[in-house]
């Protein structure tokens, strides 16, 4: 309310409300916040990309976070679960590779404890998310 122009913000309410499961409006603060900074920065990518999973947009979701050039941890987990989940497995287990070479010890209680997947209100994402990243090995 104090700075509706605030991209950054904007950006962050859109994947906070996928998080939720409000895929009517996620996307309207996602897509406004790339409208007001059109010169953002690449991690926006990254965002959008997340947001995109909860819809169950998987290839949506491996297209924004490769824009983003992002090669961390949880780039890496939704790669991994978004390919697995749209048939392509070897490149799944791919990303389940390089995480391992990022933290050796990431495995699904890792990930319980410290990812995103504590933040679904909705246990569809969650399971999906899940269900992807054993496919892919994890």
């Avoid at 991690?43 to 992002?70: C, K, L, P, V």
């Avoid at 697995?84 to 389940?96: K, N, P, Q, T």
């Avoid at 209100?121 to 399971?127: F, N, S, T």
């Amino acid at each position: 309310e104090l700075n509706p122009n605030d991209a950054h913000i904007l950006l962050k309410i859109g994947m906070y409300r996928s998080f939720l499961s409000d895929d009517h409006d996620n996307l309207t603060y996602i897509d406004t916040a790339f409208q007001r900074n059109p010169l953002h920065p690449s991690w926006y990518w990254h965002d959008r990309g997340i947001a995109m999973f909860s819809r169950g947009d998987y290839r949506e979701t491996i297209e924004n976070i490769r824009r983003s050039q992002a090669d961390n941890e949880i780039a890496r987990l939704y790669l991994a679960a978004s390919n697995a989940l749209s048939g392509d497995v070897d490149s799944a287990r791919e990303h389940v590779a390089r995480l391992h070479e990022m933290n050796p010890g990431a495995d699904i209680d890792w990930l319980a404890a410290a990812y995103p997947t504590r933040c679904y209100a909705d246990a569809g994402p969650k399971e999906k998310f899940y269900e992807g990243l054993r496919l892919a090995g994890l």
